[in-house]
C-alpha cells in the first residue's frame, strides 16, 4: 500500500525551462511534506518542506505546492539547471506516528 | 560538520554470513532510523529509534536487528543475511521526528548477497 506515490519515474527538462515534479498522497492524516534530493553515491539531502497549513512555499528557484482537496503536492524548479539533474523523493509525515513514509522517486534530467 | 557516517560503502557477503552496517551521527539527535532503497520502491523504512534503547519496527524489518546503545550509533545488523537484502541502505537521523523535522543521511552503503 504506497501511501506516497510519484507516478513519473523520470522527467526531462531542458535547461532554463521549468520542472514540474508531482506527488500524490492518500493519507489524509498526513500534514507535513518535504522534498528531498539525490545525486547518484550519495544520501538523500533535505531540499524543502510545505506544512499543511499552507499552499505554498518557496526557496530560491524552488516552490512546493500543496493542494489538500486533491491529496496532491508539486515541486517547481524554475529555471531547471543541469545541477538539478538528480532523484526527487517526495515524502510526508503526521503529527500521530513517528514515520516519514517515501515516494518512489523521480528522477530529473536537465539536458543544456 | 554535521554529518552522518556509514560503513562500511560497498560490502559484497555470502548467503548466512552475519554482517554489521555502522551508523553514527555527531549532531546529538534522538530520532535515527534505517532504510533500503530499491528500484520502484523508492526509500523504505526498516528500523528506528527515538531514543537510546528504544526502538521499533518500521514498514521492512524482517531479517533485520538493530540496537542503540549509545545516542550517537544504531548499527544495522544481518543475523543470516539473504540475496534478497540486496540493496542500498541509508542511515538517517533527525532531532526528532514527524512534523516539522528534515532528516539528515548519511552516503550509503551498498549490500551484495550472493
Known amino acids: 500500500d504506497q501511501q506516497v506515490k510519484q507516478n513519473s519515474p523520470s522527467l526531462s527538462v531542458q535547461e532554463g525551462r521549468i520542472s514540474i515534479l508531482n506527488c500524490d498522497y492518500t493519507?489524509?492524516?498526513?500534514?507535513?511534506f518535504l522534498w528531498y534530493k539525490k545525486y547518484p553515491a550519495e544520501g538523500p539531502t533535505f531540499l524543502i518542506s510545505?506544512?499543511?497549513?499552507?499552499d505554498k512555499n518557496e526557496d530560491g528557484r524552488f516552490t512546493v505546492f500543496l493542494n489538500k482537496s486533491a491529496k496532491h503536492l508539486s515541486l517547481h524548479i524554475v529555471p531547471s539547471q543541469p545541477g538539478d539533474s538528480a532523484v526527487y523523493f517526495c515524502?510526508?509525515?503526521?503529527?500521530?506516528?513517528?514515520?516519514?513514509?517515501f515516494g518512489t522517486g523521480t528522477r530529473l534530467q536537465v539536458f543544456p | 560538520e554535521a554529518q552522518v557516517t556509514q560503513n562500511p560503502r560497498y560490502l559484497i557477503t555470502v548467503t548466512g554470513k552475519k554482517l554489521t552496517v555502522t551508523c553514527s551521527q555527531n549532531?546529538?539527535?534522538?530520532?535515527m532510523s534505517w532504510y533500503r532503497q530499491d528500484p520502484g520502491l523508492g526509500l523504505r523504512q526498516i528500523y528506528y529509534?527515538?531514543?537510546?534503547?528504544?526502538?521499533d519496527k518500521g514498514d521492512v524489518p524482517e531479517g533485520y536487528k538493530v540496537s542503540r546503545k549509545e545516542k550517537r550509533n544504531f548499527p544495522l545488523i544481518l543475523e543470516s543475511p539473504s540475496p534478497n537484502q540486496t540493496s542500498l541502505y541509508f542511515c538517517?537521523?533527525?532531532?526528532?521526528?514527524?512534523?516539522?523535522?528534515?532528516?539528515?543521511f548519511g552516503q550509503g552503503t551498498r549490500l551484495t548477497v550472493v
Open positions: 538517517a537521523s533527525s532531532s526528532r521526528q514527524g512534523v516539522g523535522t528534515e532528516a539528515f
Open positions: 493519507n489524509s492524516m498526513f500534514d507535513y
Open positions: 510545505i506544512s499543511s497549513i499552507k
Open positions: 515524502a510526508a509525515s503526521a503529527r500521530y506516528t513517528d514515520k516519514l513514509i
Open positions: 549532531m546529538n539527535h534522538e530520532y
Open positions: 529509534s527515538m531514543n537510546v534503547e528504544v526502538t
